[in-house]
């Protein structure tokens, strides 16, 4: 099982990044897909949800409306789309799969938005 991010690195406030977790050796269609965020020092937190069923979404009230959340089951792979990013949204993003009490976890990708 791999689960591996891609597309982090450094934007300016207000700026927009595009991750991806790209995944494989599991059924991905079956597993909701989510991301979570660790900033410096602090637990890991979560940020977004996509359910596999219907692709339902759910997010963090922190990134209500600045972030969005798909998948593309085709490719096995979950996107985030991160728009209007603050200095608050630097951390380590992780990309997570879950099918009841199964857990995957990717090594995470670092954002740093800083001018």
């Known amino acids: 099982v791999q689960l591996v991010e891609s597309g982090g690195g450094l934007v300016q406030p207000g700026g927009s990044l595009r991750l991806s977790c790209a995944a494989s050796g599991f059924t991905f269609s079956s597993y909701a897909m989510s991301w979570y965020l660790q900033a410096p020092g602090k637990e890991r937190e979560f940020v977004a949800v996509i359910r596999s069923a219907g692709g339902s979404t759910n997010y963090a009230d922190s990134v209500k409306g600045r972030f969005t959340i798909s998948r593309d089951n085709a490719k096995n792979t979950v996107y985030l789309q991160m728009n209007s990013l603050k200095p608050e949204d630097t951390a380590v993003y992780y990309c997570?799969?879950?099918?009841?009490?199964?857990?995957?976890w990717g090594q995470g990708t670092q954002v740093t938005v800083s001018s």
């Open positions: 997570n799969a879950q099918l009841l009490l199964t857990f995957y």
